[in-house]
C-alpha cells in the first residue's frame, strides 16, 4: 500500500482503486491514520514521505484545510500585469508507463510545485507515486478504468479529497492499455466493438475527465487542460489503425469546441500531437521512422512533457484552442527518402 502524506495533523491515504471492467468495481476507500498511529516504516522506508519533506507538507496541508481552493492573483502594476504563482493541483492521465509521456508530465508539473494526482488501468501506477515522492513531489495515485464514469468520479474525488480541487487537468490515457486487449484494423477489416473500444480508449476517456473537472475549474475561475491527440489523424495517417486515427483527429475537434464553452471562466484548452517518440512502447520500426525526421531521431517523453507544462503554465493564459506539433519537423517536409 502507498504511504500517504501529512494533511492538517492526519497521514491521509488515497488509496482508490476501482476495479477494469463494469461488471466487477469496488467502491473507493480511503484509510485515514492519526499520527500516532503512524508506523515508523512510513517515513523511512520506500514509498513513504522524506523526512526533510514533513514539515513542508504539514504547512501546506493546514493552509488547505483553512482556506479555499486558491485562485490566481492578477494585481495591476503601473499598467502592466502580473500572474502571482500558486501551487496547483494536476490530474495527469495515462501514467502507468515510467518511459511514458504521462509520467514525464507528472515529473515536470511536479517539479514545478504542483501537487499531482496520477492515474492508470493497473497498480503499477503506485510506482511510479513511490518515484514522484522521492523526488519530493506530492502525489497520489489510483487506478482507474477511464472509459467509465465511477473511474472518472474516483480520480476527481482523490484530487478533491487530497489537495481541494483541480487546476489541471492532462488528458493522456488511450493508445493501447496494458490491462485490456486492443485490436487495430484498417477500415474494411475493423469490428464495430473494436470502433467503438478504441474510439472510448482514445476520445472517450478525455470528454469524461473535461467533463468531470470543468465544474470545479468554473467554480474557481482557472483551469488548464491539455490534451494528447497525435500527428497521426489530426495531420497524417499510416495504414491499419483507422479508429485511432478517427479519434486522434477527434481530440482537436473536442478541444477548440471546449475551448469555446469554458474560456470566459478563465479556462484554457489546448493540444499536443506528438510524432514518432522513443517511449517503451515504441517498435523498431516506429524508432526508424524518428530517425528519418527532418531533426534525425525520434522525439522524447520529457520533450512532449515540456510543451504539456508550457500549456498548463499560468503565462499561457492567452492561448487557447490551439495544438502545438511535437514531431521534429516530420510533417512539415516535403522532401522524402533523401
Not at 488509496?15 to 512510513?42: C, E, N, Q
Not at 495515462?94 to 504521462?102: D, K, L, P, R
Not at 478533491?160 to 493508445?175: E, H, K, R, T, Y
Not at 490534451?227 to 486515427?245: E, T
Amino acid at each position: 500500500m502507498p504511504a500517504g502524506y501529512r494533511h492538517g495533523g492526519e497521514l491521509m491515504l488515497c488509496d482508490i482503486i476501482v476495479a477494469i471492467g463494469p461488471s466487477t468495481k469496488r467502491a473507493t476507500s480511503r484509510l485515514v491514520m492519526r499520527l500516532g498511529d503512524v508506523p515508523d516504516h512510513v517515513t523511512e522506508g520506500a514509498g513513504g514521505i522524506p523526512e526533510h519533506l514533513l514539515g513542508q507538507a504539514m504547512a501546506v496541508g493546514e493552509v488547505d484545510a483553512a482556506a479555499p481552493h486558491p485562485k490566481s492573483e492578477e494585481p495591476s502594476n503601473g499598467g502592466f500585469t502580473m500572474t502571482t504563482q500558486r501551487q496547483r493541483v494536476a490530474i495527469i492521465t495515462g501514467t502507468g508507463s515510467a518511459q511514458g509521456i504521462g509520467f514525464a508530465a507528472a515529473r515536470l508539473l511536479g517539479a514545478g510545485g504542483s501537487r499531482v494526482v496520477v492515474t492508470s488501468t493497473t497498480d503499477r501506477i503506485f510506482e511510479r507515486v513511490t518515484e514522484l515522492r522521492a523526488a519530493g513531489i506530492r502525489a497520489e495515485g489510483v487506478v482507474a478504468d477511464l472509459t467509465d464514469q465511477t473511474g472518472v468520479d474516483a480520480v476527481v474525488t482523490c484530487a478533491s479529497d487530497s489537495f481541494g480541487g483541480v487546476d489541471i487537468l492532462v488528458n493522456n490515457a488511450g493508445m493501447t492499455s496494458v490491462s485490456d486487449s486492443y485490436a487495430s484494423g484498417a477500415v474494411d477489416g475493423l469490428s464495430l466493438d473494436n470502433w467503438h473500444a478504441s474510439l472510448d480508449r482514445n476520445l472517450t476517456t478525455s470528454f469524461l475527465m473535461i467533463r468531470a473537472v470543468a465544474g470545479l475549474m468554473q467554480a474557481a475561475g482557472y483551469g488548464r487542460i491539455v490534451n494528447v491527440s497525435s500527428v497521426s489523424g489530426p495531420v497524417a495517417a499510416y495504414a491499419g489503425d483507422v479508429a485511432y486515427h478517427a479519434a486522434k483527429a477527434g481530440i482537436v475537434g473536442l478541444t477548440r469546441a471546449t475551448a469555446i464553452d469554458t474560456a470566459a471562466a478563465g479556462i484554457t484548452v489546448n493540444a499536443v500531437a506528438p510524432g514518432w517518440i522513443d517511449t517503451s512502447s515504441a517498435s523498431d520500426r516506429e524508432r526508424a521512422m524518428g530517425a528519418a525526421t527532418p531533426v534525425g531521431r525520434s522525439g522524447t517523453a520529457d520533450e512532449v512533457a515540456s510543451a504539456i507544462a508550457f500549456l498548463a503554465g499560468e503565462g499561457a493564459s492567452y492561448i487557447t484552442g490551439q495544438v502545438i506539433t511535437v514531431d521534429g519537423g516530420n510533417s512539415i517536409s516535403e522532401e522524402r527518402g533523401r
